[in-house]
């Protein structure tokens, strides 16, 4: 083992899954992963058992790999409003007991080696543009595109967090006026009609009346790939409510790259030919002139890979408000 190398313990927090990995600096651009990641199911019962059973997942992983070499730094991609300055969650939606927990601190105390949180969309695009699908470009926007959708934006090489740390909201914006209430209290917003949860909500009248018909996003996916018409068919109309919320983002910010997460990244062509053919459409010409809209290189570990970007990648990607 090599003792000079920098070390890095990498935390994909979730409202879901937690999981943790562990990296070491190599001659590739890309770090080594140490190991498999270890994951679990979110403690529901609040962060305790949550943070204990951090400790104990990076003990176990040095103890296997990394014996004896020092942590460098301590990366954490997390789900809900958190202050990347102060390095505190302030809530994580669904999960009760994690209000203002200053998350950082603790991890750094425990493990003795300084510790970063970001946004886990502004995580995974800077993990994308470093190594993935957003290499090259110069003005990027990933899309979560999962239960929810947010998005992480790098432009001009830097990372776009916001007057409130809460750029790349974009699932929030109001696509059908007066039209599917969203889990934020609005109506109308993309999230509910193109998220994972948007998506099971719009299934919902179809399967009350055909129980063979697709629920879930993963099913539509699959059913698709059966060739099953309903499923192609809805999927195609999903692509042109994700395609109007894409296109805004291009007119506001005029990007080169879109990346996508992962939905359409699971659902490959079959999503993304209609998505890049209705987001075309509803373009100037002049913005589809090098309009790159890609599926994700780094999923499915794309978390890991967020999350060891915050310990190792951030402070470059930053301007201005480098914690
Ligand atoms: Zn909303």
């Not at 058992?49 to 103890?63: H, K, P």
């Not at 991609?77 to 958190?82: E, F, K, R, T, V």
């Not at 099953?228 to 809805?234: C, G, L, P, V």
Request: glycine residues 12%; charged residues 20%; aromatic residues 6%.
């Amino acid at each position: 083992m090599d003792s000079a190398r920098n070390l890095y313990l990498a935390v994909d927090l979730g409202g879901t899954k937690v999981a943790v990995s562990l990296w070491m600096d190599s001659d590739e651009t890309i770090p080594r992963q140490l190991g498999e990641s270890t994951s679990w199911s979110t403690f529901q019962d609040g962060p305790g058992r949550n943070i204990d059973s951090i400790v104990e997942a990076a003990a176990e992983l040095r103890g296997q790999h990394a014996q004896g070499v020092r942590l460098t730094a301590i990366g954490i991609s997390g789900g809900g409003p958190l202050n990347p300055v102060t390095g505190e969650i302030l809530s994580v939606p669904n999960l009760p007991g994690w209000v203002h927990v200053p998350i950082t601190r603790i991890l750094s105390d425990r493990l003795g080696a300084p510790a970063r949180i970001e946004n886990d969309a502004n995580a995974c695009a800077a993990a994308e543009w470093l190594h993935g699908a957003g290499r090259g470009a110069k003005h990027m926007a990933f899309l979560t595109c999962s239960t929810g959708i947010g998005a992480g934006l790098v432009l001009e090489g830097r990372l776009h967090r916001g007057a409130r740390f809460l750029a790349g909201e974009v699932g929030h914006q109001v696509i059908v006026p007066n039209g599917l209430p969203c889990g934020c209290g609005k109506q109308g917003c993309l999230e509910a009609y193109a998220s994972g949860s948007g998506i099971s909500t719009r299934l919902k009248p179809f399967r009350e009346k055909n129980s063979r018909l697709p629920g879930t996003a993963k099913e539509l996916v699959e059913a698709a790939r059966r060739g099953d018409d309903f499923s192609i068919e809805f999927l195609r109309e999903t692509a042109e409510f994700l395609a109007m919320g894409l296109a805004n983002l291009v007119f506001i910010l005029d990007l080169d790259r879109l990346v996508l997460g992962t939905i359409p990244t699971a659902a490959g062509e079959l999503f993304f030919a209609p998505l890049r053919e209705a987001l075309l459409r509803r373009l100037w010409p002049e913005f589809r002139q090098g309009i790159d809209l890609r599926p994700s290189a780094l999923w499915p570990r794309l978390g890991d890979y967020a999350a060891l970007a915050v310990a190792r990648d951030l402070p470059p990607l930053l301007r201005d408000v480098a914690p």
